[in-house]
């Protein structure tokens, strides 16, 4: 049977394989998908050797995704600007690819299951790590009316902003109401959020956290104090999934009634 994983350190909590098990039986699709914990100093290593020992396919996670960049042959031109690489596949003369599919799951959540078009409409983007890198491209292509990316270090943010054409501001100087802002820090992981003005939201403002958890984030329990709606990030999880998936095995899997299981399971 086809053998699929993720690779990253740590790995025992992650929810690909059941996701991707999920996946398989909702399209027929015979595979086995387990969990490699990656080592530090034998990551390569570990990726060649799955490949190969005939290994289909890698996802990748922290903290290695900037170390499989690195490692590839060919680069999808969304790997190429996220700068790092959740997706990995051997190519027929042993070539090793790497595609980027967190930011197009992201949007593919907001667009698809949400139903919040970001075509015409005012973003604000909160941080400027990696996270944010990997989803600025897909964000970009959606054609919004303009992309602010805030960040509390300003050099980062004007940094991707220079890279992909954008703005870049400091939580002090933004000038709300934006149509959709979307939080990328890890500010959430500490119950934490940066310095959001009242001013940002309006009852029209539309939220995403790119985390997830059981209770409400504390940028979305914000945004509600604040008369916004949004969601979490959990869908973007199952989303980046299905684009692996579909890269895979050429076939993109309905993922609205996942999120909803896994929600209701949390
Ligand atoms: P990731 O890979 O999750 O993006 P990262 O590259 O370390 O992680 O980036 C973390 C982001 O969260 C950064 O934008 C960081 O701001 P700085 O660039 O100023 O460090 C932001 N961040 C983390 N904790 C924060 C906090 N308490 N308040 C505001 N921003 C925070």
């Not at 929810?15 to 490699?36: C, D, G, R």
């Not at 190429?80 to 197009?104: C, H, P, S, W, Y």
């Not at 933004?174 to 009852?203: R, W, Y």
């Not at 985390?211 to 969601?231: C, D, I, N, P, S």
Request: net charge negative; aromatic share 8%; with cysteine.
């Amino acid at each position: 049977m086809d053998q699929y994983a993720v690779v990253g350190n740590p790995i025992a909590h992650s929810k690909s394989p059941s996701i991707h098990a999920h996946f398989a039986t909702l399209t027929n699709q015979e595979l086995v998908y387990s969990t490699l914990l990656g080592d530090e100093a034998e990551f390569e290593h570990q990726v060649r050797d799955f490949f190969a020992k005939d290994g289909k396919g890698l996802n990748v996670t922290v903290p290695f995704k900037e170390r499989a960049y690195a490692m590839c042959d060919i680069l999808s031109q969304r790997a190429k600007q996220a700068g790092a690489v959740n997706t990995l596949l051997m190519g027929r003369n042993g070539e090793l690819f790497g595609d980027n599919t967190d930011g197009i799951g992201m949007v593919r959540d907001i667009t698809h299951n949400h139903g919040q078009s970001l075509k015409d409409k005012r973003i604000l983007i909160l941080g400027a790590g990696g996270a944010v890198r990997g989803v600025l491209e897909p964000v970009l292509n959606a054609a919004p009316e303009s992309v602010t990316i805030a960040n509390r270090t300003l050099e980062k943010a004007q940094s991707l902003a220079d890279h992909f054409d954008c703005l870049a501001s400091s939580f002090e100087a933004l000038e709300g109401p934006f149509d959709i802002i979307i939080n990328g820090t890890s500010a959430s992981l500490s119950g934490s959020l940066p310095p959001l003005k009242e001013e940002l939201v309006n009852a029209e403002t539309w939220c995403y956290d790119m985390m997830y958890g059981k209770e409400r984030t504390v940028f979305l329990q914000w945004a509600h104090e604040h008369g916004a709606r949004g969601a979490d990030g959990l869908g973007m999880l199952v989303g980046q999934a299905a684009e692996a998936f579909y890269l895979w095995r050429q076939v993109r899997p309905e993922t609205a009634s996942l999120v909803e299981t896994m929600r209701e399971q949390m």
